[in-house]
């Protein structure tokens, strides 16, 4: 399990930052493998990947591929509450499996707003993992979406709206923890939060507690009806739904351009061109006056 994450860490982030990837090429010696995976986790959401996990081993081969539609949805959702409040002309978003294996899933999501897959990795994947299947009060809920509004910087948004994409996260949040994929995250959470202690990533058997295992499980078969086995990442759809409250009565701003103007598409003669077309005279009138010279210094014709 281990070396398939780090191979898929390292891949992504020879596409995404190739600059990074030397850097984790090469294992440094006495490193914790596991603190080395987040790490690369954590630059990959830097650079607007959300890289997520998880474990289907209970669940029967026929629903996994059920139960990975569910995730992503699930993620897209909350992408999309957080994103269409805040940010609402970046809403796009993306997510693929990392290769072929359906029993431990690697979902990589790529969005377009770095401080909202940032959120994602440093809060919402690290509560998700330690708190799924827990009874949860959603005074708790509700603490979560405000350290992530706060690390968005929401507070000067009108308090009608900040109270929308609060509730409709918080029941997003409480939905997400009901999905049957047991999820694991590659990211701790960027600051404390309460008193919740993530598991760390372990490369041992299973137990009763929840930890994955060393190898990984025999490949899906590559004729499954959703997935197929090729060097291909297969792509998991996201829908994007509106979000589940009210708009506001205040107008909203639209943001949509078709496409930026081509060269060809100017007109000749530019309103910069235009302006300075015409050269600027003095007229005849106007005085000169002589440049002035030091003291005591004459003038070339001695005068």
């Known amino acids: ?3 398939r994450l780090e191979r898929l860490l390292l891949k992504l982030l020879q596409k995404h930052a190739p600059h990074l990837a030397p850097s984790f090429a090469v294992p440094v010696a006495g ?3 596991t603190l080395r995976l987040q790490e690369m986790a954590h630059r990959l959401a830097s650079y607007n990947v959300l890289v997520l996990m998880g474990d ?3 669940v029967p081969e026929k629903d996994r591929m059920a139960c990975i539609q569910d995730w992503a949805q699930a993620y897209g959702r909350l992408h999309h509450i957080l994103a269409q409040g805040l940010f609402p002309a970046y809403i796009n978003l993306k997510a693929h499996l990392a290769d072929e294996n359906v029993t431990q899933p690697v979902m990589v999501i790529e969005g377009e707003i770095n401080a909202v897959i940032q959120a994602l990795a440093g ?5 998700l993992a330690a708190r799924q299947h827990r009874p949860i ?4 809920l509700s603490g979560l979406m405000h350290t992530v509004l706060d690390e968005l910087q929401a507070e000067d948004l009108p308090r009608a709206r900040y109270t929308q ?5 918080v029941a997003q949040l409480g939905r997400m923890l009901q999905v049957r994929i047991h999820m694991i995250t590659l990211t701790p959470f960027d600051r404390p939060f309460g008193n919740i202690q993530v598991a760390p990533l372990r490369a041992t058997p299973p137990r009763p507690t929840g930890k994955l295992p060393e190898q990984d499980k ?8 959703n997935v197929t086995a090729t060097a291909e990442l297969p792509s998991v ?3 994007t739904p509106p979000m589940p409250v009210a708009p506001i009565e205040a107008p909203a701003l639209s943001y949509e351009l078709e496409r930026l103007p081509m060269d060809e598409d100017l007109p000749d003669d530019t309103p910069s061109e235009q302006l300075f077309r015409q050269e600027v005279r003095l007229s005849k009138t106007d005085p000169i006056l002589p440049i002035p010279r030091p003291p005591g210094k004459k003038s070339p014709n001695g005068k």
Request: charged residues 15%; proline residues 12%; glycine residues 0%.
């Open 137 to 140: 009060s959603e005074l708790e």
């Open 1 to 3: 399990m281990i070396a």
């Open 56 to 58: 289907l081993s209970a």
């Open 165 to 169: 994409i609060h509730d409709a996260a």
């Open 31 to 33: 490193q914790e493998p």
């Open 237 to 239: 759809p996201v829908q």
């Open 123 to 127: 809060f919402v994947t690290p509560y």
């Open 218 to 225: 025999p490949k899906a078969a590559a004729a499954t009806a």
